[in-house]
């Protein structure tokens, strides 16, 4: 109703709107008359506001409902630019993921669901509104998804295809590709998502039939205060959540292949053991099996020991079923393959899941693979390589590599062998580094004193072998009798070849020289009996006799082989380096130290010197940081096993599907042309090489 600038209302209408005109004595005609029982007249009604009729006439259908009721070209269009605009929080988050350190391929994956949630609210909020009752909103999220991730896996071998066989230009054969898979996708999620149930007629909106929204029913109850009631904390489950932080105690735990036998691997495995021990760390051995009862090699009493499977013929593991089945995650090249069976993996599965320990150590290939496949995700794993890559065969390599690919670590004996795994097997997320064998002092425990360099004694030690070539050494020493007839060999170990070798130094005649000493344990004290220690390996992991006899105060004579002798005697300061096969080296060498006494001396002391960096408590405590280390880095280092897994199962997604070869011809059509820098054109321009990503 129309009103005056006074307030006063139009011909027809009520008096002022703020009381009874001047003069009057009551109410105005526009003041309610006050009833009986109330305490005075009620408030002056509020006119209500005119609305102007509508215009005569229906307007065009699709410019009454909108997008929603427009044909299906204008929808299209509508939904090829929802879809464009999604790059803008695609390219967003894909700069945000980028900087995070991600790498590209996870974050262009992640960008995209980005885009793909962006277009899903538009495309519901303005193209189908009314169409949102027909299915359940997950449903509709999880269709939606469906048909922009297939959007995305089609575009991208079919511009392959355009660049690849059709030789279009990237940037055409990518407009052509998105025009295709757009109107592909916009069809489909007309029809499988948001499906039309009728259609409306001329003039009207579909519409949608709501229900009375539900009422509940408000249960009585008395306010009562709410109290704070102190919550108990709960004891941390040990070994969960304890910190590995340098001098916090650990339980640390390793695998071993029989710590029952002799060899460099038990050795430096119970020294380790001991120097975790000796910084207040709970250590414990896991023998895989056994078959003596006490251990050849002194255990340290504060480590315990683990026997898994009892091998002995009168042992109860024996008769058991799985003791006759082959193993099956152990690899199948691996040496000592035909010794596990299914019953030794049943016991080294359920002492993995079952340990609390913080730490586990596998000792050997095979072990490595059960701490990949069986121990918690909780404890840090990892591998050590006791032998070197070069020893393993292809198709070892080819089994170990995607099992050390979930180890948090692998340790090797020298930094050779680290370079071997760096370059030769990709371990993304696990650190590759090399830490010596620890060597204890044997003074005075086992060595009363070092030894004095005066006895005419030549020392060798280790498994009577081929790779060992004590057959080079005797030939060499041959020549080392005939100048000095008063100086002896003395070979320790046992072994398949030690028959050659006795025939071998009978046809020398040399069994007044050299002697073939068997097997000793512990072997310091024998050390400690010669002046010279030989060793004429081909190859050696670590040389763990040249740091024992070093300790002893015995400089070596050693071949130059990997990748151990190198890494432990500096050449001419504590022991010599000869070629590798070189007898007459070998031999020029020996006498070199035996002829020349002070020279000897000299060494001898330097070697006692320098083998001290192989002391359990430094080699320990190397260890301890580089716990430390991986716990802090833990992170990182997932989001990197991360990304490589979801680049290698999209490779292998490729290769099923056929699409790796179109894959990379489309790569190399993509890449810019490689011309080397500082080169020229052909129109004689220097040629700017730019580094691309």
């Not at 009551?26 to 102007?52: E, N």
């Not at 519901?124 to 009314?130: D, N, S, W």
């Not at 249960?219 to 910190?243: E, F, I, M, Q, T």
């Amino acid at each position: 109703m129309p009103f005056r600038e006074d307030g006063t209302a139009a011909a027809g209408g009520v008096g002022p709107l703020h009381g009874p005109p001047p003069g009057s004595y009551g109410p105005g005609p526009g003041v309610h008359r006050p009833r009986a029982g109330s305490y005075g007249p009620r408030p002056f009604a509020v006119p209500r506001r005119v609305v102007a009729a509508p215009r005569e006439g229906p307007r065009p259908r699709w410019r009454a409902g909108g997008l929603r009721t427009a044909p299906p070209a204008a929808r299209m269009a509508a939904f090829a630019l929802i879809g464009l605009s999604g790059f803008v929080p695609n390219l967003a988050v894909l700069r945000l993921l980028v900087a995070a350190g991600l790498h590209y391929l996870p974050a262009e994956v992640l960008a995209n669901q980005s885009g793909v949630a962006w277009n899903f609210v538009l495309v519901e909020a303005v193209l189908f509104r009314g169409r949102r009752s027909h299915r359940h909103w997950a449903d509709r999220t999880v269709r939606f998804a469906l048909l922009a991730n297939a959007d995305l896996a089609l575009r991208i071998p079919l511009i392959a295809l355009l660049v690849g066989e059709l030789g279009l230009a990237v940037l055409p054969a990518t407009a052509l590709a998105l025009a295709v898979t757009c109107s592909l996708r916009f069809a489909a999620t007309e029809v499988l998502v948001y499906p039309a149930r009728g259609r409306p007629s001329p003039g009207r909106l579909p519409t949608r039939v709501r229900r009375p929204p539900r009422t509940r029913r408000r249960r009585l109850s008395v306010h009562r205060p709410s109290v704070r009631r102190p919550v108990p904390s709960r004891p941390a489950r040990a070994g969960k959540h304890r910190s590995r932080e340098s001098g916090v105690p650990m339980k640390i735990a390793f695998l071993l292949h029989n710590a029952y036998g002799i060899g460099g691997t038990v050795r430096t495995t119970f020294n380790l053991a001991a120097g975790l021990a000796d910084r207040g760390h709970e250590v414990e051995i896991a023998s895989m099996m056994r078959h003596r009862s006490q251990t050849r090699l002194a255990l340290d009493p504060r480590v315990r020991l683990v026997p898994l499977v009892d091998t002995r013929e009168a042992g109860p593991d024996v008769a058991h079923a799985a003791f006759a089945e082959p193993a099956r995650v152990f690899p199948a090249h691996e040496k000592r393959y035909g010794q596990y069976n299914r019953l030794i993996e049943q016991r080294a599965e359920a002492y993995l899941k079952g340990s609390d320990a913080d730490v586990l150590f596998g000792t050997r290939p095979g072990l490595n693979v059960y701490l990949a496949r069986f121990a918690p995700r909780r404890a840090l794993r990892i591998g050590q390589e006791h032998l070197s890559l070069s020893v393993h065969s292809g198709r070892l390599r080819a089994e170990l590599a995607p099992h050390y690919r979930h180890l948090d670590a692998l340790v090797t004996t020298t930094e050779a062998d680290a370079d071997d795994y760096r370059r030769r097997m990709a371990l993304p997320g696990v650190e590759v580094l090399a830490v010596p064998n620890s060597v204890p002092d044997p003074l005075p425990a086992l060595v009363p004193a070092p030894s004095d360099g005066t006895a005419k004694v030549v020392a060798a030690a280790g498994r009577l072998a081929k790779g060992k070539r004590f057959d080079l050494l005797i030939e060499a020493f041959a020549t080392v009798a005939a100048e000095h007839p008063d100086w002896r060999l003395r070979l320790y170990g046992g072994g398949a070849e030690r028959e050659r070798l006795q025939r071998l130094i009978a046809d020398r005649e040399l069994s007044a020289n050299v002697t073939l000493m068997g097997a000793r344990t512990p072997i310091e004290p024998e050390l400690a009996k010669a002046s010279i220690l030989a060793l004429s390996s081909d190859a050696e992991s670590f040389g763990m006799i040249i740091a024992e006899a070093m300790r002893c105060g015995v400089p070596a004579v050693a071949t130059d082989c990997p990748h151990g002798p190198g890494e432990i005697i500096q050449d001419g300061s504590d022991g010599r380096l000869v070629p590798v096969g070189d007898s007459a080296a070998l031999a020029a060498a020996l006498c070199e130290l035996i002829e020349d006494e002070p020279l000897r001396h000299r060494m001898a002391a330097a070697a006692v010197h320098s083998a001290a960096r192989f002391d359990p408590a430094l080699v320990a405590y190397r260890y301890e940081r580089l716990l430390t280390r991986l716990a802090g880095s833990a992170p990182q280092r997932h989001r990197e096993q991360a990304r490589h897994s979801l680049r290698s199962g999209l490779h292998q997604v490729a290769a099923r599907t056929g699409l790796l070869p179109l894959l990379r011809r489309t790569r190399g059509a993509c890449a810019p042309a490689q011309t080397p820098a500082g080169g020229r054109t052909a129109d004689g321009r220097p040629v700017v090489v730019r580094r691309t990503t």
